[in-house]
Protein backbone atom coordinates (compact mmCIF):
# COMPACT_ATOMS: atom_id res chain seq x y z
CA UNK A 1 0.00 0.00 0.00
CA UNK A 2 1.49 3.51 -0.62
CA UNK A 3 2.14 5.87 1.66
CA UNK A 4 -0.53 7.80 0.10
CA UNK A 5 -3.16 5.41 0.82
CA UNK A 6 -2.02 5.12 4.01
CA UNK A 7 -2.33 8.56 5.10
CA UNK A 8 -5.69 8.72 3.36
CA UNK A 9 -6.76 5.71 5.41
CA UNK A 10 -5.31 7.73 8.94
CA UNK A 11 -7.36 10.53 8.22
CA UNK A 12 -10.55 9.06 6.91
CA UNK A 13 -10.31 6.78 10.29
CA UNK A 14 -9.87 9.74 12.70
CA UNK A 15 -12.83 11.85 10.79
CA UNK A 16 -14.96 8.90 11.58
CA UNK A 17 -14.20 8.73 15.12
CA UNK A 18 -14.77 12.54 15.26
CA UNK A 19 -17.92 12.52 13.20
CA UNK A 20 -19.58 9.86 16.07
CA UNK A 21 -18.57 12.35 18.76
CA UNK A 22 -20.11 15.45 17.36
CA UNK A 23 -22.82 16.12 19.33
CA UNK A 24 -21.03 15.32 22.89
CA UNK A 25 -18.25 17.50 21.74
CA UNK A 26 -20.71 20.36 20.93
CA UNK A 27 -22.41 20.16 24.60
CA UNK A 28 -19.13 19.86 25.90
CA UNK A 29 -18.18 23.38 24.78
CA UNK A 30 -21.50 24.36 25.23
CA UNK A 31 -20.97 23.61 28.81
CA UNK A 32 -16.77 25.16 28.93
CA UNK A 33 -18.96 28.38 27.69
CA UNK A 34 -21.75 28.48 30.29
CA UNK A 35 -24.82 27.85 28.44
CA UNK A 36 -27.51 27.08 30.90
CA UNK A 37 -28.99 23.50 30.54
CA UNK A 38 -32.34 23.01 30.31
CA UNK A 39 -33.62 19.68 30.40
CA UNK A 40 -37.10 18.38 28.87
CA UNK A 41 -38.69 16.99 32.05
CA UNK A 42 -41.90 17.24 31.45
CA UNK A 43 -43.71 15.56 28.09
CA UNK A 44 -45.16 19.10 27.22
CA UNK A 45 -41.45 20.04 27.56
CA UNK A 46 -40.21 17.07 25.27
CA UNK A 47 -42.46 17.72 22.82
CA UNK A 48 -41.45 21.20 21.98
CA UNK A 49 -38.27 20.34 22.56
CA UNK A 50 -38.96 18.02 19.58
CA UNK A 51 -39.89 20.76 17.49
CA UNK A 52 -36.83 22.75 17.68
CA UNK A 53 -33.86 22.44 14.67
CA UNK A 54 -32.16 19.46 16.37
CA UNK A 55 -28.59 19.17 17.35
CA UNK A 56 -27.54 22.88 15.84
CA UNK A 57 -27.05 26.18 17.50
CA UNK A 58 -29.56 28.30 16.28
CA UNK A 59 -30.16 32.08 16.69
CA UNK A 60 -33.39 33.24 18.45
CA UNK A 61 -34.14 36.88 19.20
CA UNK A 62 -36.12 38.25 22.15
CA UNK A 63 -36.77 41.81 23.24
CA UNK A 64 -34.04 43.01 20.95
CA UNK A 65 -31.48 40.32 22.17
CA UNK A 66 -30.28 37.65 20.84
CA UNK A 67 -29.64 34.12 22.69
CA UNK A 68 -28.78 30.80 20.98
CA UNK A 69 -30.68 27.42 21.45
CA UNK A 70 -28.95 23.84 20.79
CA UNK A 71 -32.04 21.23 21.36
CA UNK A 72 -30.99 17.63 21.83
CA UNK A 73 -34.06 15.61 21.95
CA UNK A 74 -32.17 11.94 21.43
CA UNK A 75 -29.51 12.35 23.53
CA UNK A 76 -30.04 14.11 26.77
CA UNK A 77 -33.08 15.11 25.91
CA UNK A 78 -32.43 19.11 26.45
CA UNK A 79 -31.76 22.71 25.36
CA UNK A 80 -28.82 24.52 25.88
CA UNK A 81 -29.34 28.63 25.81
CA UNK A 82 -26.83 31.12 25.54
CA UNK A 83 -26.35 35.07 25.84
CA UNK A 84 -24.05 36.78 22.66
CA UNK A 85 -21.52 36.51 25.38
CA UNK A 86 -21.98 32.45 26.20
CA UNK A 87 -21.77 32.01 21.82
CA UNK A 88 -18.47 34.69 21.69
CA UNK A 89 -17.08 31.98 24.48
CA UNK A 90 -18.31 28.91 22.75
CA UNK A 91 -17.13 30.16 19.43
CA UNK A 92 -13.31 30.75 21.01
CA UNK A 93 -13.22 27.32 22.52
CA UNK A 94 -14.85 25.52 19.59
CA UNK A 95 -11.82 27.11 17.11
CA UNK A 96 -9.49 26.38 20.23
CA UNK A 97 -10.36 22.63 19.93
CA UNK A 98 -10.27 22.29 16.01
CA UNK A 99 -6.73 23.77 15.76
CA UNK A 100 -5.53 21.59 19.02
CA UNK A 101 -7.32 18.84 16.68
CA UNK A 102 -5.58 19.64 13.82
CA UNK A 103 -1.59 19.34 15.64
CA UNK A 104 -2.73 16.29 16.97
CA UNK A 105 -4.08 14.93 13.42
CA UNK A 106 -0.59 16.10 12.36
CA UNK A 107 1.43 14.87 14.61
CA UNK A 108 0.17 11.33 13.92
CA UNK A 109 0.49 11.59 10.46
CA UNK A 110 4.12 12.54 10.83
CA UNK A 111 4.91 9.78 13.75
CA UNK A 112 3.27 6.92 11.09
CA UNK A 113 5.73 8.75 8.44
CA UNK A 114 8.78 7.89 10.81
CA UNK A 115 8.29 4.26 11.18
CA UNK A 116 8.82 3.85 7.79
CA UNK A 117 6.91 0.65 7.30
CA UNK A 118 8.29 -0.58 4.18
CA UNK A 119 11.66 -1.30 5.72
CA UNK A 120 10.64 -4.30 7.50
CA UNK A 121 9.65 -6.01 4.64
CA UNK A 122 6.69 -8.04 3.72
CA UNK A 123 3.94 -8.50 6.24
CA UNK A 124 2.11 -11.50 4.56
CA UNK A 125 -1.75 -11.30 3.23
CA UNK A 126 -3.67 -9.67 5.07
CA UNK A 127 -0.93 -6.81 6.52
CA UNK A 128 0.34 -3.98 4.54
Known amino acids: MSKHI ?3 LVVAV ?3 GCASMGAQDTEDMLSAAQFTMK ?5 A ?3 LLRSLTQNKIMAHSKNGKNYYIYADAAQ ?5 AGTEINYQQ ?3 IRLAKNIADDQLAA ?3 N ?4 MNWGGWGPWGPGFY
Open 6 to 8: HYV
Open 14 to 16: SLA
Open 39 to 43: KADTP
Open 45 to 47: KLS
Open 76 to 80: CQCLY
Open 90 to 92: YQQ
Open 107 to 109: AEM
Open 111 to 114: QSAM
